[in-house]
Nanobody, 121 residues
Framework: QVQLMESGGGLVQPGGSLRLSCATR????????IGWFRQAPGKESEGVSC????????WYADSVKGRFTFSRDNAKNMLYLQMNALKPEDTGVYYC??????????????WGQGTQVTVSL
């Protein structure tokens, strides 16, 4: 059974940093497209970053390029999203996600319960 669980969200001031973590189980990271998406209040879900297992490339939304870094630790079955230079528009619920097919950037079959990120003074 595929399971994902996010942690690490919180309240941070503009310009600050947060590191989100995602514990995974029930699947092999190398065999799935994996990534992060977010949903802001009143808005549709937005892909943030993902790793395409076919070509090994990491994709980032234009809005987060140069500020966010997606990484993983296969040995620990963990995913991470390092978020720097945070802006108020980064506020939302962040989800880690996985898909056995072509999930990037926003067609995932599995995701966690989400973690809230709030960027505000």
């Amino acid at each position: 059974q595929v399971q994902l669980m996010e942690s690490g969200g919180g309240l941070v001031q503009p310009g600050g940093s947060l590191r989100l973590s995602c514990a995974t189980r029930g699947f092999t990271l190398d065999n799935y497209d994996i990534g992060w998406f977010r949903q802001a209040p009143g808005k549709e879900s937005e892909g943030v970053s993902c790793l395409n297992r076919t070509d090994g490339r990491t994709w980032y939304a234009d809005s987060v390029k140069g500020r966010f870094t997606f990484s993983r630790d296969n040995a620990k079955n963990m995913l991470y999203l390092q978020m720097n230079a945070l802006k108020p528009e980064d506020t939302g619920v962040y989800y880690c996600a996985a898909d056995p097919g072509a999930g990037c950037p926003l067609e995932f079959d599995y995701w966690g319960q989400g973690t809230q990120v709030t960027v505000s003074l």
